[in-house]
C-alpha cells in the first residue's frame, strides 16, 4: 500500500479519470445520427465511430497494464490523459470519416493505458478489505455512472452545441486530470531497468487481441460466416495461441499465465465477460428504444438517461455497504439477480405504444444491478493480487469485459436481426440478455466466500509471508 498526503483528493482525481474514459463509450450514442450526416459517413461505415474505441482500447488493456507495472502508473497515467486530449481535439477538428475514427481508435489506445493505471492506483493506495472498498465504490460510481451519464451529457451537448463538443469536451478535462496527477498522485520510483518488455508477447498479444475484437466488431454487420469475421478471426486465435505459448517461457511475461489459477481472478474474470456481453449493452438497446421507436431527439433522449445515472450512484453506494456484510461472493450474486430481473422488465415495457413509464420500472431495478456489481467485480479481481501486478490484474479484467461487450453486442444484434429498429426485436435481445446474466451469477458461486470487509486468513498469511512477485519469470518465485 502506498501513502500519499492527500487519499481524499487523489481518490476524487482517479475517480473523475474513470469518468471521463467510460463517457466516451457512450457519449457519441445519441450525437451518432448528426455526425454521420455532418462528417459523410455512408452505410455501416458508421459503426466504426463506436467500434473504434472499443477495439484499440480492448486490444492494448494488456500492454497498458503491463507498462503501468513496470513503468510507474503516475507516468502511464499522464501519458494516458495527454495522449486522450490530444485525440479528442484531433476527433472534434475531424472533416473526414477516416480522421474520425482515427481520433477513436487512439482515443481507445489511450484509455487502455488510463483504466489500468487508475485501477491500480486504487488498488495500491488504499489497504485490502474495508478501505479498499470503500475506496472502490467511489470510482466505481464514477466510472459506472459515466456509462449511462455519457448518453445524457452527449445529448445535451450535442443538442447546444454539436456533435463536435462531444469531442472537445475531454480537452480541458484531461488537461486538468493530467497537471493534478503531479500534485495528488504518488510519485514513481525510477524504472527498474532488469526487467524489460516480453516483445514477442506485445505483438502477438497485442495484435491477436486487437484483430479478435475487430474481428467481433463485425459479426453485427456481417456475420458469423462471413469472409469479413473469419479473416480477422482465424489470424487473432492464432496470435493468442502463439501468444500463450510465448507467455509460458518469457523470462519477463507480458501476462503472468499464473494468474489465470487464481482463486479469486480467475472467476472474477468470468463474471465480468458475462456483465459485459449482458448488462453493460443493455444501456445501447435502451438509446434505440428511446430514438427509434419512442421517437425521441437527442436533447431528450440524453435526458431520459438521467433516472439510469442516479439509480446507478444509488447502486455503487449499496455496493461498498453490501460487500462488507454479506461479502464479495454474495454481493456478485445480488447484482447480477438485479441486472438480469430488470433487464427482464425492461423487455416486458419495450412495446410499440409505450412510454418512458413502461420501461421506468426496469431502469431502476437494472441501474441498481448495474451500480451494485461494477465495484464489487474488480474488487474480487483485485483481492490477493500482489501490488507489482495490480496493473496487469486490472488490464485482465478490463480485457474480459471488451471481449464480453464485443461478443455480447454481436450475438444480441443477431437476436433482433433486422427488427433492431422496432419493438419486438429490441424486447428480444434484452429478454435474452437478461437470460444470459444469470450464467455470471454461476460463475460467481467460485469467487472465494469471505467477509467483505477483511482478507481472508490465506490472503492475510500470504500478504504476510509473500515476497513480491518475482517478474522476470512467468511462475511464482
Same mark, same amino acid.
Given at each position: 500500500?502506498?501513502?500519499?498526503?492527500?487519499?481524499?483528493? *487523489?481518490?476524487?482525481?482517479?475517480?473523475?479519470?474513470?469518468?471521463?474514459?467510460? /463517457?466516451?463509450?457512450?457519449?457519441?450514442?445519441?450525437?451518432?445520427?448528426?455526425?454521420?450526416?455532418?462528417?459523410?459517413?455512408?452505410?455501416?461505415?458508421?459503426?466504426?465511430?463506436?467500434?473504434?474505441?472499443?477495439?484499440?482500447?480492448?486490444?492494448?488493456?494488456?500492454?497498458?497494464?503491463?507498462?503501468?507495472?513496470?513503468?510507474?502508473?503516475?507516468?502511464?497515467?499522464?501519458?494516458?490523459?495527454?495522449?486522450?486530449?490530444?485525440?479528442?481535439? /484531433?476527433?472534434?477538428?475531424?472533416?473526414?470519416?477516416?480522421?474520425?475514427?482515427?481520433?477513436?481508435?487512439?482515443?481507445?489506445?489511450?484509455?487502455?493505458?488510463?483504466?489500468? !493505471?487508475?485501477?491500480?492506483?486504487?488498488?495500491?493506495?488504499?489497504?485490502?478489505?474495508?478501505?479498499?472498498?470503500?475506496?472502490?465504490?467511489?470510482?466505481?460510481?464514477?466510472?459506472?455512472?459515466?456509462?449511462?451519464?455519457?448518453?445524457?451529457?452527449?445529448?445535451?451537448?450535442?443538442?447546444?452545441?454539436?456533435?463536435?463538443?462531444v469531442f472537445l469536451v475531454n480537452v480541458p478535462l484531461v488537461v486538468a486530470a493530467a497537471a493534478a496527477a503531479f500534485?495528488?498522485? !504518488? !510519485?514513481? =520510483?525510477?524504472?527498474?531497468?532488469?526487467?524489460?518488455?516480453?516483445?514477442?508477447?506485445?505483438?502477438?498479444?497485442?495484435?491477436?487481441?486487437?484483430?479478435?475484437?475487430?474481428?467481433?466488431?463485425?459479426?453485427?454487420?456481417? =456475420?458469423?460466416?462471413?469472409?469479413?469475421?473469419?479473416?480477422?478471426?482465424?489470424?487473432?486465435?492464432?496470435? /493468442? !495461441?502463439?501468444?500463450?505459448?510465448?507467455?509460458?517461457?518469457?523470462?519477463?511475461?507480458?501476462?503472468?499465465?499464473?494468474?489465470?489459477?487464481?482463486?479469486?481472478?480467475?472467476?472474477?474474470?468470468?463474471?465480468?465477460?458475462?456483465? =459485459?456481453?449482458?448488462?453493460?449493452?443493455?444501456?445501447?438497446?435502451?438509446?434505440?428504444?428511446f430514438q427509434d421507436v419512442l421517437g425521441y431527439t437527442a436533447l431528450r433522449a440524453g435526458l431520459a438517461f438521467l433516472?439510469?445515472?442516479?439509480?446507478?450512484?444509488?447502486?455503487?453506494?449499496?455496493?461498498?455497504?453490501?460487500?462488507?456484510?454479506?461479502?464479495?461472493?454474495?454481493?456478485?450474486?445480488?447484482?447480477?439477480?438485479?441486472?438480469?430481473?430488470?433487464?427482464?422488465?425492461?423487455?416486458?415495457?419495450?412495446?410499440?405504444?409505450?412510454?418512458?413509464?413502461?420501461?421506468?420500472?426496469?431502469?431502476?431495478?437494472?441501474?441498481?444491478?448495474?451500480?451494485?456489481?461494477?465495484?464489487?467485480?474488480?474488487?474480487?479481481?483485485?483481492?490477493?493480487?500482489?501490488?507489482?501486478?495490480?496493473?496487469?490484474?486490472?488490464?485482465?479484467?478490463?480485457?474480459?469485459?471488451?471481449?464480453?461487450?464485443?461478443?455480447?453486442?454481436?450475438?444480441?444484434?443477431?437476436?433482433?436481426?433486422?427488427?433492431?429498429?422496432?419493438?419486438?426485436?429490441?424486447?428480444?435481445?434484452?429478454?435474452?440478455?437478461?437470460?444470459?446474466?444469470?450464467?455470471?451469477?454461476?460463475?460467481? /458461486?467460485?469467487?472465494?466466500?469471505?467477509?467483505?470487509?477483511?482478507?481472508?486468513?490465506?490472503?492475510?498469511?500470504?500478504?504476510?509471508?509473500?515476497?513480491?512477485?518475482?517478474? *522476470?519469470?512467468?511462475?511464482?518465485?
Open positions: 500500500m502506498r501513502s500519499t498526503p492527500r487519499p481524499g483528493l *487523489s481518490l476524487a482525481l482517479l475517480a473523475f479519470s474513470s469518468l471521463i474514459t467510460s /463517457l466516451d463509450f457512450t457519449i457519441v450514442y445519441v450525437a451518432l445520427p448528426e455526425l454521420v450526416r455532418e462528417v459523410g459517413f455512408s452505410g455501416a461505415s458508421a459503426q466504426w465511430v463506436i467500434s473504434a474505441y472499443a477495439v484499440f482500447f480492448g486490444g492494448f488493456l494488456l500492454l497498458g497494464g503491463r507498462s503501468c507495472d513496470l513503468l510507474g502508473r503516475r507516468r502511464m497515467f499522464v501519458l494516458g490523459m495527454v495522449a486522450f486530449g490530444g485525440a479528442s481535439l /484531433l476527433g472534434g477538428l475531424a472533416t473526414t470519416p477516416a480522421t474520425l475514427i482515427a481520433a477513436r481508435a487512439i482515443q481507445g489506445v489511450a484509455a487502455a493505458i488510463v483504466f489500468p !493505471a487508475t485501477l491500480a492506483q486504487v488498488n495500491t493506495m488504499f489497504a485490502e478489505g474495508r478501505e479498499r472498498i470503500r475506496a472502490l465504490a467511489v470510482w466505481a460510481m464514477a466510472g459506472a455512472g459515466g456509462l449511462s451519464f455519457g448518453a445524457l451529457l452527449g445529448g445535451v451537448l450535442t443538442h447546444v452545441f454539436g456533435w463536435e463538443a500534485w495528488l498522485l !504518488a !510519485a514513481d =520510483g525510477p524504472v527498474d531497468r532488469g526487467h524489460g518488455y516480453d516483445l514477442p508477447g506485445v505483438v502477438t498479444g497485442t495484435a491477436g487481441a486487437t484483430l479478435l475484437v475487430y474481428a467481433i466488431a463485425e459479426v453485427p454487420e456481417t =456475420g458469423w460466416t462471413s469472409a469479413a469475421f473469419i479473416t480477422a478471426a482465424v489470424p487473432a486465435l492464432g496470435l /493468442l !495461441a502463439a501468444f500463450i505459448g510465448v507467455e509460458a517461457r518469457s523470462r519477463s511475461p507480458l501476462m503472468p499465465l499464473r494468474l489465470l489459477r487464481d482463486r479469486n481472478l480467475a472467476p472474477a474474470l468470468v463474471v465480468i465477460f458475462v456483465f =459485459g456481453a449482458t448488462m453493460q449493452n443493455v444501456v445501447y438497446f435502451l438509446t434505440l428504444y433516472s439510469l445515472s442516479l439509480v446507478i450512484a444509488l447502486g455503487n453506494f449499496v455496493a461498498g455497504r453490501l460487500m462488507l456484510r454479506i461479502g464479495i461472493r454474495g454481493t456478485l450474486i445480488t447484482a447480477l439477480v438485479l441486472g438480469a430481473t430488470g433487464s427482464a422488465l425492461l423487455a416486458a415495457g419495450m412495446v410499440a405504444d409505450g412510454s418512458y413509464l413502461t420501461v421506468l420500472a426496469g431502469i431502476a431495478v437494472y441501474g441498481l444491478g448495474m451500480g451494485t456489481i461494477y465495484p464489487t467485480q474488480f474488487a474480487a479481481a483485485g483481492t490477493g493480487v500482489h501490488a507489482r501486478e495490480q496493473g496487469i490484474a486490472g488490464g485482465m479484467a478490463n480485457t474480459a469485459m471488451q471481449f464480453g461487450v464485443g461478443v455480447g453486442l454481436a450475438v444480441l444484434v443477431g437476436v433482433a436481426a433486422s427488427d433492431i429498429a422496432t419493438a419486438d426485436g429490441l424486447r428480444a435481445a434484452v429478454a435474452v440478455s437478461a437470460g444470459l446474466t444469470l450464467v455470471g451469477g454461476i460463475a460467481a /458461486l467460485a469467487v472465494p466466500g469471505r467477509r467483505g470487509g477483511r482478507p481472508s486468513a490465506a490472503v492475510r498469511e500470504r500478504a504476510a509471508t509473500s515476497p513480491a512477485p518475482d517478474l *522476470s519469470a512467468g511462475t511464482p518465485t
